[in-house]
């Protein structure tokens, strides 16, 4: 089956550290690729996404690059903020209209 | 674009009752998905429908739990009777079939307090 795993939470980090949250897949077909973010009290939205080998999403200082070979989309941002603090979501989509497949979140904490 | 639209934002409301919730997708999608999440169990997709026809509700809990789709731009969740396990922040999200990637969007949620 499809199934997504990301790495577990909760991870704390110091204001402008680096950061990396791993996301591993398994899909039956070629899925396409999601980063989701939730802030506290609202609900998910896009951060990136990559729908082919090798494309890299970016977004907010975020970037995920798609890996086949190694089934991950892996989360990065070189300098984190207090304001990124929030849960992170990886997810992928095997077809047009069937519900995305979403790992169990990892909550990050960036303090000052 | 108002996004998806869920009301009410919080509900409280004792065991026994019935609880609906509400969404308005936004306008053109044709894919809804009704998703709970709690501390525990994470994110859950419950239901969804594709072109108002509900096609996957192996996610609903139990037959306390119902979903309907009357039109392009409304679903209803109805919890009868209602339970304190059932409290949880319920996502409804909806997309366009085909467009970018299939891409969800989601609405803010409804908070249930089931006393």
């Known amino acids: 089956g499809n199934s997504v795993t990301q790495m577990e939470g909760p991870v704390t980090l110091s204001e402008e550290a680096f950061l990396t949250i791993n996301c591993t897949y398994t899909?039956?077909?070629?899925?396409?690729l999601f980063w989701y973010v939730q802030y506290p009290g609202e609900g998910l939205q896009l951060l990136l996404k990559a729908t082919k080998a090798d494309d890299k999403g970016s977004n907010k200082g975020f970037e995920a690059t798609y890996r086949k070979e190694t089934t991950s989309f892996h989360l990065e941002k070189g300098s984190v903020q207090v304001s990124d603090s929030a849960v992170y979501f990886c997810a992928l989509s095997v077809a047009g209209n069937t519900p995305l497949v979403f790992g169990k979140g990892t909550r990050l904490s960036v303090i000052a | 674009d108002a996004g998806v639209i869920q009301s009410p934002r919080h509900e409280v409301t004792e065991m026994g009752q019935e609880v609906t919730l509400r969404c308005k997708p936004i306008s053109g999608h044709n894919s809804l998905f009704w998703y709970r999440q709690t501390m525990m169990r994470g994110l859950e997709l419950l239901i969804y429908f594709n072109n108002n026809v509900p096609i996957d509700d192996s996610g609903m809990p139990e037959d306390r739990f119902s979903a309907k789709m009357p039109n392009a731009s409304f679903s209803t969740l109805k919890i009868q009777p209602s339970e304190p396990r059932d409290s949880a922040v319920y996502f409804c999200a909806s997309s366009l079939t085909g467009g970018r990637g299939n891409e969800q969007f989601f609405g803010p949620g409804t908070r249930l307090t089931v006393l």
């Open positions: 899909a039956t077909g070629y899925p396409s």
